[in-house]
């Protein structure tokens, strides 16, 4: 699709000004929605854990209080940032930066449906690990710049935390190439042809939940978001930012919690395969649905599975939470991948032959 806008582009303009046209509508056609429904999924959010703690949730503003993100942007957006005296300012300023900017970047090889994706390189997996792996930098920055040993406590125990599941997540992943042979996301979807018996989710159930734990320690989601512990170390690593510059911290949390619902959608779910693919009936009953549609579905349910856990789950301790990556998901990923390693070998069930 853009292709075909920098050809027309190319038509009456010059080259480099139809280049630089069509890379600006690829990122505002990538990162608007996201900013949209990262806005509305912090309502989703108060919304549903009102509604398990019998709770009416925000409804003021707007019918449904569906006016409460706009209302909240706003309040971010007229607050002063205030700087701390000590701090180092550019530093201060860099580290949000550091903490949207590869959580909106790694969408960029994210497929939403057959060939609709920025950009659809051969090492999509490698590059989304890559990209989300700089996120650590944003808080240690925010930590160290703030001068502050409070912040600097929590940006050291977010650092470790998030280095530690990354770790485990990167095994996860590594069970799904040796499965679908390749790193190209769209080829990993298409592998998963022939219905829901075919998706890598049945082989890897295992992975699928180490996945889905990591990504939750990794966008310090309760039980794990000790970083921001009130009891312990008052809001961790972005206890001094105020205004919009807190508000980002909070952009990247959801825009990566987001990424991360693709992902495992992507790599363990089909992707945007119908669920019905190879069931006589059904099959030609919701071949009308649109490939992105079934894609928003399973994202929508990961989603809202965050938000069931934010509402249940007790906050872990820190010596707990570093015992279960270490000893339990990193060493669980090794044997898996040694289990997926003989299943290749025997050529086990649908998805190795």
């Known amino acids: 699709m853009f292709d075909a806008i920098q050809a027309f582009l190319s038509g009456f303009l010059y080259d480099w000004l139809a280049i630089t046209i069509t890379l600006v509508l690829q990122a505002v056609a990538v990162i608007l929605p996201i900013m949209l429904v990262v806005a509305w999924l912090t309502y989703a959010e108060r919304k549903v854990i ?31 940032v205030i700087f701390p005296a000590q701090s180092n300012k550019y530093l201060f300023i860099i580290a949000p930066v550091l903490a949207i900017a590869p959580a909106v970047a ?3 090889v994210i497929p939403f449906s057959e060939g609709v994706v920025v950009t659809d390189i051969n090492a999509g997996v490698l590059y989304v690990l890559a990209v989300s792996s700089i996120l650590v930098y944003g808080t240690i920055v925010a930590g160290w710049a703030s001068n502050s040993k409070y912040a600097f406590l929590g940006a050291l125990r977010g650092s470790a935390q998030k280095i530690s ?36 989710l049945l082989p890897l159930l295992p992975m699928f939940f180490v996945y889905f734990i990591s990504g939750l ?7 794990f978001d000790v970083i921001e512990g009130e ?23 959801y825009a990566m919690m987001i990424l991360i619902s693709f992902m495992a959608s992507i790599m363990f779910l089909g992707g945007w395969l119908s669920p019905f693919e190879g069931i006589p009936g059904l099959e030609a009953l919701f071949s009308w649905v649109p490939q992105l549609a079934w894609l928003s579905i399973k ?8 938000l069931w856990l934010r509402a249940t789950f007790p906050r872990y301790r820190y010596d707990q939470l570093m015992r279960l ?29």
């Open 106 to 108: 790694a969408y960029a």
């Open 325 to 353: 990556g270490w000893k339990v998901l990193i060493p669980l990923t090794i044997v898996w991948v040694f289990v997926v390693g003989a299943m290749k070998y025997f050529d086990f069930g649908p998805w190795f032959n």
């Open 50 to 80: 009102g509604f398990m703690q019998v709770r009416m949730g925000p409804n003021r503003v707007g019918p449904l209080g569906l006016l409460q993100p706009i209302a909240d942007a706003l309040k971010l957006m007229t607050k002063e």
């Open 299 to 306: 994202v929508a349910f990961l989603l809202f599975v965050f």
């Open 231 to 253: 009891a312990e170390i008052v809001a961790g690593f972005h206890v001094d930012y105020s205004g919009m510059t807190f508000g980002v911290f909070m952009l990247a949390e």
């Open 165 to 200: 599941y990354e770790i485990a997540m990167g095994f996860a992943l590594v069970t799904v190439l040796m499965i679908a042979g390749s790193m190209n996301l769209t080829e990993i979807v298409n592998g998963q042809q022939g219905g829901m018996l075919n998706w890598y």
């Open 217 to 223: 320690a990794e966008t310090n989601r309760t039980p």
